[in-house]
């Protein structure tokens, strides 16, 4: 079965700083999609960043950009140049073409002015 | 831009009640998704439903949850005789179509409180 494991559930960055938060999965499929959707309190989880496993350039989009290593079966988000606006839970997901997306626990990041 | 929406933000019942959960998925989306989070765990899929019928479900939606699309525009979650152990925050999430590329949009959610 596959498994998504988000290992910090809370992490604090300063603002305009860079923070990095940890995604591992377990599969055994050769083809899927990673995602990082965050979720602001009270809001909808929105789409951040995405990654297909066949492509081995790593997913970037403007200030977020992620480190996806295949055969560690890793996937972290980088996200720079840190944001009040950034402050939200993180969900890490994945899905190999089924139609259920499998999400980790999440991890809390707070932005500190 | 188009958002999923749920209803109501917060529901609070008793163990045994009936529960209806709502959410009104994008107008043009095809495919619709009931997640579910209880607090501190992950979030989990419950099911998706195309062209009026469950397409994949998982485990935990048993007999005790349905799903049905009354009209054009809802999307609904029922569980018929609540326990303590549904309380969660329950995901709404509609997309397009299906496979790898296909995002998932979500709703809000709605916090769900069996007492």
């Known amino acids: 079965a596959q498994t998504v494991t988000q290992s910090q559930p809370e992490m604090s960055v300063q603002e305009a700083e860079t923070v990095t938060l940890s995604c591992t999965y377990d599969t055994s499929e050769s083809d899927y999609y990673l995602f990082w959707y965050k979720q602001p309190p009270s809001r909808q989880m929105i789409l951040v960043i995405r990654q297909e496993a066949y492509k081995q350039q790593n997913a970037t989009e403007n200030r977020f950009s992620v480190n996806f290593q295949k055969a560690a079966k890793s996937f972290s988000l980088k996200i720079s140049d840190s944001q009040l606006g950034d402050a939200a839970m993180y969900f890490c997901?994945?899905?190999?073409?089924?139609?259920?997306?499998?999400f980790g626990k999440g991890t809390k990041l707070t932005v500190n002015p | 831009e188009p958002e999923v929406t749920q209803t109501p933000s917060h529901q609070v019942t008793q163990m045994g009640q009936e529960v209806i959960l709502r959410c009104v998925p994008i107008?043009?989306?095809?495919?619709f998704y009931w997640y579910r989070q209880i607090l501190g765990q992950k979030v989990e899929f419950l099911v998706s439903?195309?062209?009026?019928?469950?397409?994949?479900k998982s485990e935990i939606f048993d007999d005790q949850f349905s799903v049905e699309r009354p009209d054009g525009s809802n999307f609904t979650l029922k569980i018929r005789s609540t326990k303590l152990e549904d309380s969660a925050m329950y995901f709404c999430?509609?997309?397009?179509?299906?496979?790898?590329?296909?995002?998932?949009?979500f709703g809000p959610g709605t916090r769900l409180t069996v007492t």
């Open positions: 997901a994945y899905t190999s073409g089924s139609e259920k997306l499998v």
């Open positions: 439903f195309y062209n009026n019928e469950i397409s994949e």
């Open positions: 999430a509609s997309s397009e179509g299906i496979g790898l590329k296909v995002q998932q949009y």
């Open positions: 107008s043009n989306h095809l495919y």
